[in-house]
């Protein structure tokens, strides 16, 4: 038998929660938000006419967006229990971040401009509600970070070694399948063509790329077990190194067979399809070998709350 229990007379009933409900402190919320955007919106704006705009660092207003969705999702969780205001360590960090901002605004230092962001956005949280809003919040903050532009004197030291790796394993598999390839430095002649192996092609923005979609997606699965994730960010190092000499190989036979004019057109673009098509189906099936070893001992993820 059920009983059906009647409230009493000018008891309220609770409404279910918005899916726009903002936790406890809504006002410091949307203050930090609105100042947060006040600050960064011309950084995001010059971002994305510049950096942005390019094919090597096209990925920024994804991580941008990611990073968001990750926050908002979780604004329940972030803000759960007693706010504990660490306003000490909290107003140094913003004073600290609003510095990084104002010199990297005035001297043109994109990477520290962007990259202040992340400081205040911490210190925001510690102000807001303390220690631990900032542990529950660390993934989406953090992972800001790959929307920064890489620094030029960073690029410089690791494309050359990159671009030279690429075009060696590339001449020796073409060589092997029996083309008529030769080398000298990153420049690849097959045939009557002679092709340079571009920064672009050395790989590594495409790693950095890759790697932030690989921690997005071991942060969506909730994979439990350290080792897991560690294996698998480290895998996405070879992985993203195989799928660019898959590229520079499709866009070396494509000029072989189809001539210069196709290599340089459609190819390209289709090339870089092929490098991530390639990357995400490698980093999927080294998942499932990582899960036939670590979900037999249980527990391969948590719940979704």
């Not at 911490?122 to 970070?145: D, E, N, T, V």
Request: contains cysteine; glycine residues 10%.
């Amino acid at each position: 038998m059920s009983v059906e229990v009647t409230p009493p007379s000018g008891a309220v009933t609770p409404l279910p929660a918005s899916p726009l409900t903002l936790p406890g402190q809504g006002w410091g919320v949307v203050l930090l938000l609105v100042g947060f955007f006040c600050l960064y919106g011309p950084t995001y704006a010059h971002l994305a006419v510049s950096t942005w705009a390019t094919d090597e660092q096209g990925h920024g207003p994804l991580i941008v967006a990611a990073s968001a969705w990750l926050l908002w999702t979780a604004r329940g969780e972030i803000f759960a229990g007693p706010a504990r205001p660490a306003l000490g360590v909290g107003f140094g960090l913003l004073a600290f971040g609003l510095l990084c901002f104002m010199v990297g605004r005035s001297q043109s230092v994109i990477e520290l401009e962007a990259g202040s962001q992340v400081i205040v956005l911490a210190s925001g949280l510690l102000i807001l509600h303390g220690w631990g809003a900032l542990k529950r919040a660390w993934f989406p903050i953090l992972f800001l970070l790959f929307s920064v532009p890489l620094p030029g004197a960073l690029v410089q030291a690791i494309t050359m070694p990159l671009k030279h790796a690429v075009s060696v394993v590339a001449e020796k598999v073409l060589y092997l399948a029996g083309y008529p390839i030769g080398r000298s430095g990153v420049m690849l002649v097959i045939g009557p063509y002679q092709l340079l192996v571009a920064d672009a092609c050395s790989g590594l923005n495409s790693l950095f790329t890759l790697e932030a979609l690989g921690l997005l997606y071991m942060k969506v699965m909730r994979y439990q077990s350290k080792a897991r994730n560690v294996l698998l960010a480290v895998m996405i190092v070879p992985i993203s190194f195989v799928s660019n000499v898959a590229r520079v190989l499709v866009l070396v036979l494509i000029t072989y067979h189809l001539g210069d004019e196709a290599g340089q057109g459609f190819a390209h673009g289709f090339a870089g399809m092929v490098l991530f098509a390639i990357a995400l189906v490698l980093t999927f099936l080294f998942d499932r070998l990582l899960a036939a070893r670590f979900d037999r001992d249980g527990g391969a993820r948590a719940e979704v709350r």
